[in-house]
């Protein structure tokens, strides 16, 4: 009896639950529905999406300065280092070689009216080189037995830097400037652009002659030299004190070689671009070559009543002038001595 009451009241119990709406009845797409209402799509997996490539949008630009920035620093510190590497290259370089400059002694050496030693008459100071030299009237012919233990030292000093480096063309010597290196000449170029004198990459580079002239000095009509124009005062940098007149009018340039001493006279220094064809080194015969040297200093900034004659030779100084991608300053001067 007790077990057939307990069925009829669980009976009942069911009997009260169906007429009772506990849950709505729903049909799938009813369900599907709520489901989207509860979860929109996109709150999921799509928003943390977005909000994972918006923050990569964030991070990537200040990566990216904080690489350029870093890769800056980098540059900056190896191009100082690679500036006082140089230097300190250069600077022991010059320890090597005794520079001398003949006259300075007290001999006559007037700037304008250039007078060599020992010249003996004095209606040929105004002569040309040219003319001197055919004359049998200038330093080159003379011996110069005072100068003799000099030369000897200078010749000794660029043999060993030649043992160094066998494309040491020379040695070039400004006063009152830090113009005071040995000159190079390669296969090209731009090797000697970014490398020292004994072939160590270096950014200050090296003063360097067109690899087209020649490796005899006498037998170029514009002996073309470069170097770089650089802030902290090496290699060309000093050419530009030539742009103010004192300089221009009282400096000479010293190219020391094997065979003597070139003593040249600035008679021309522009700003210019390299569409301007300044450094020109190949002439196929001296008429081209006096139009063109005397074209050229028709630019000059300052004039020194000087013209380019038969049997005259030119030296051409080329830098940059740290403005224009192309801007170049241009020195062209006149050799008017030779010591041998």
Same mark, same amino acid.
């Given at each position: 009896?007790?077990?057939?009451?307990?069925?009829?009241?669980?009976?009942?119990?069911?009997?009260?639950?169906?007429?009772?709406?506990?849950?709505?009845?729903?049909?799938?797409?009813?369900?599907?529905?709520?489901?989207?209402?509860?979860?929109?799509?996109?709150?999921?997996?799509?928003?943390?999406?977005?909000?994972?490539?918006?923050?990569?949008?964030?991070?990537?630009?200040?990566?990216?300065?904080?690489?350029?920035?870093?890769?800056?620093?980098?540059?900056?510190?190896?191009?100082?280092?690679?500036?006082?590497?140089?230097?300190?290259?250069?600077?022991?370089?010059?320890?090597?070689?005794?520079?001398?400059?003949?006259?300075?002694?007290?001999?006559?050496?007037?700037?304008?009216?250039?007078?060599?030693?020992?010249?003996?008459?004095?209606?040929?100071?105004?002569?040309?080189?040219?003319?001197?030299?055919?004359?049998?009237?200038?330093?080159?012919?003379?011996?110069?037995?005072?100068?003799?233990?000099?030369?000897?030292?200078?010749?000794?000093?660029?043999?060993?830097?030649?043992?160094?480096?066998?494309?040491?063309?020379?040695?070039?010597?400004?006063?009152?400037?830090?113009?005071?290196?040995?000159?190079?000449?390669?296969?090209?170029?731009?090797?000697? /652009?970014?490398?020292?004198? !004994? =072939?160590?990459?270096?950014?200050?580079?090296?003063?360097? *002659?067109?690899? %087209?002239?020649?490796? +005899?000095?006498?037998?170029?009509?514009?002996?073309?030299?470069?170097?770089?124009?650089?802030?902290?005062?090496?290699?060309?940098?000093?050419?530009?004190?030539?742009?103010?007149?004192?300089?221009?009018?009282?400096?000479?340039?010293?190219?020391?070689?094997?065979?003597?001493?070139?003593?040249?006279?600035?008679?021309?220094?522009?700003?210019?671009?390299?569409?301007?064809?300044?450094?020109?080194?190949?002439?196929?015969?001296?008429?081209?070559?006096?139009?063109?040297?005397?074209?050229?200093?028709?630019?000059?900034?300052?004039?020194?009543?000087?013209?380019?004659?038969?049997?005259?030779?030119?030296?051409? /100084?080329?830098?940059?002038? !740290? =403005?224009?991608?192309?801007?170049?300053?241009?020195?062209? *001067?006149?050799? %008017?001595?030779?010591? +041998?």
């Amino acid at each position: 009896m007790a077990k057939k009451k307990k069925k009829q009241q669980i009976s009942e119990e069911l009997d009260l639950f169906k007429d009772e709406e506990v849950l709505p009845s729903l049909s799938p797409e009813e369900i599907e529905a709520s489901a989207e209402e509860l979860c929109p799509a996109g709150d999921g997996t799509g928003r943390r999406k977005k909000l994972a490539a918006a923050e990569i949008l964030r991070i990537v630009p200040i990566v990216l300065f904080a690489s350029i920035f870093v890769v800056c620093i980098v540059m900056l510190i190896q191009n100082i280092s690679g500036k006082i590497k140089g230097d300190s290259i250069y600077e022991e370089a010059s320890k090597q070689f005794e520079v001398f400059i003949p006259g300075e002694s007290g001999a006559a050496t007037v700037l304008g009216n250039y007078t060599p030693m020992d010249m003996g008459a004095k209606d040929n100071s105004m002569q040309t080189l040219h003319d001197r030299l055919a004359s049998g009237h200038t330093d080159s012919s003379q011996g110069h037995s005072q100068y003799s233990e000099q030369l000897a030292n200078m010749r000794a000093s660029l043999s060993s830097l030649r043992d160094v480096n066998k494309e040491v063309f020379g040695w070039i010597y400004v006063p009152d400037t830090k113009i005071n290196y040995p000159i190079l000449k390669g296969k090209d170029n731009d090797y000697y /652009l970014d490398h020292a004198y !004994n =072939g160590e990459p270096v950014p200050i580079g090296s003063i360097f *002659a067109d690899f %087209i002239c020649a490796d +005899k000095l006498e037998d170029n009509y514009n002996l073309v030299l470069y170097g770089h124009n650089v802030t902290t005062g090496q290699m060309f940098h000093d050419m530009t004190n030539f742009l103010k007149k004192e300089v221009f009018d009282n400096n000479l340039i010293y190219i020391y070689t094997m065979e003597g001493i070139y003593v040249y006279k600035c008679v021309a220094i522009y700003p210019t671009t390299t569409d301007n064809y300044y450094y020109k080194a190949d002439f196929s015969d001296e008429g081209l070559f006096l139009d063109y040297a005397n074209n050229q200093i028709k630019h000059s900034k300052h004039n020194a009543n000087e013209t380019f004659k038969a049997g005259d030779k030119m030296l051409t /100084l080329s830098t940059c002038t !740290n =403005g224009a991608q192309n801007g170049r300053y241009a020195l062209h *001067a006149k050799l %008017i001595d030779i010591i +041998k």
